[in-house]
């Protein structure tokens, strides 16, 4: 499973329970259905302590949305990086992208039903990132194009469709399943494969 430790950044024993608490609790009642006092509760604290980092709730569900999606680019950056060539490079990235979101459904959850409830400013900057990480699968996509490695006719809608996919694993993976995650992962990584079109994806 991918390291969550490469980019996380440092917080204090305290910061980090009232961070954890509050994306427990926008796991469970979402961020509309979630109070200052729920998050207090859910971590012990007080609504002063979560003042004392934070200037409001949503400075919170900025910092849980902008810490996972920074860490997915470096992830799929890393493991885009890894590889040679635009297959192995896709296969790495569809799969390091089921294992990063299946690593930790909640916030991969809070991150993709909560963009909604940022303020304008905020979800333009989260949207930059997102943007940032789709550019990194169409760039591979359109190299296996330019190399007549990849046959589909529409490189950027089966990229979405490989990004798309590959997140929504956290929406119904669990632990106790029957395959685990690497192997949905090399799952995925082959239907990113047959969804651009490779013509060898047996040698994956």
Known sequence: MPSRQSSAPRYSVGQEVIFQAALECFYRHGYDGTSVRDIAKASGTTPAAMYHYYESKQDLLVDIIGRFMGQSIEVTSAAIGAESGPSAQLFAAARSH???????????????SEIRSLEPVNRRRVIAQRDKLQR???AVVEHGVAEAV??????R???RAVVTMCT???NWYKSS???????????YGAMALSLVGAREMNSM
Do not use: C, Q, Y
């Not at 990849?150 to 490189?155: G, K, M, V």
């Not at 399943?177 to 799952?187: T, V, W």
């Open 157 to 159: 809608e089966a990229s």
């Open 150 to 155: 990849f046959a589909t006719p529409w490189p």
């Open 168 to 170: 929504a694993v956290a």
């Open 177 to 187: 399943g029957e395959l685990s995650p690497e192997e949905i992962a090399d799952r």
């Open 136 to 138: 990194m699968f169409d």
């Open 98 to 112: 089921v294992l990063w979101n299946a690593s930790d459904v909640v916030s991969s959850f809070v991150v993709n």
